[in-house]
């Protein structure tokens, strides 16, 4: 039995950051939205014991099987249920990598679905297969929702679905060609004051409100931001110039995604989309995906 997953990548509409925790992590308010681009995971049991991770289509940085979040997500499976593994995992990169679209956690949450599908995990177990992803990572639980919107809280890993309605934007993706790091960018990163995060705080609640009301539109799209430009954007001219030029080619709005180096533009009319995205394709060491929320 063979099962084939999508991974898909998300960004984020909205990343406050409210508060740095003691355990080193930070308190977000975020809107996670999921996107058309995807990885591709091939699950299937072999009879032969151990896990064999086949990796397609990433970089060299990628490593050793064994370092990537996808194997360690497949041990965390089989130690959580008691199972002796013998799966074969090929895994086909799309997604860029340190991009700030959650590709890594995305692929760690598509293990935990297929492998759940393979072995007959009942549906009953779903709680404790939230339990792993969110020890896995912070964004692995969003994946797991199978939800276009979500928004996140704690770390990110305590969701609410969002069913949005009404016409949405079209997407470009911008990829700039250098990774940022995720643990770099929480390090040098300033909270906001008492005063400043609440205010963003009734944005955030304005935009979720919009999109449950179908009203989301050019008009609103100012009220998308992201703490994490903050300290991105001095640092990385690569990213700062990238949201510059979307801007600069007609979108209606450009964000960073998450800790970056993805920009992505948000357009309302579906031919500027493909025309901001032709433009882009054409600025040599950029990766340029037009998609959707999906």
Known sequence: MMVKIKAPA?????????????????????????????????????????????VKGGPKELGRAE???????????????NLIPDADITLEKRIPVGAGLGGGSSDAAAAL?????????????????????????????????????????????????LKARGRLPS????????????????????????????????DFRRLCSLLKKGKFSRAEAGLIFNRLEQPVLPRHKAVLTAKERLSALGADAVMMSGSGATVFALCWEPARARRVAAAAARIKGYKVFLTKFS
Request: charged share 25%; aromatic share 10%.
């Open 67 to 81: 370092d990537n979040i996808v194997y360690k997500a497949a041990v965390k499976f089989f130690e959580a249920f």
């Open 171 to 202: 997407l470009v993706l911008v990829y700039p060609g250098a990774p940022v790091y995720t643990k770099e960018v929480y390090g040098s990163l300033k909270v906001g004051g008492k005063a400043e995060i609440k205010g963003r705080l009734a």
């Open 113 to 161: 679905l297929g492998l759940a599908k393979i072995y007959g995990t009942p549906r009953s177990a779903f709680p404790r297969l939230m339990r792993i992803a969110a020890a896995i990572g912070s964004d692995v639980p969003f994946f797991m929702l199978g939800e276009t919107f979500a928004e996140g809280r704690g770390r990110g890993e305590k969701l609410k679905a």
């Open 10 to 54: 998300k960004i984020n509409l909205f990343l406050e950051v409210t508060a740095r925790r003691p355990d080193g992590y930070h308190d977000l308010a975020t809107l996670f939205a999921r996107t058309g681009l995807c990885d591709t995971l091939a699950l299937r049991r072999t009879g032969r014991e151990g896990i064999r991770l086949l």
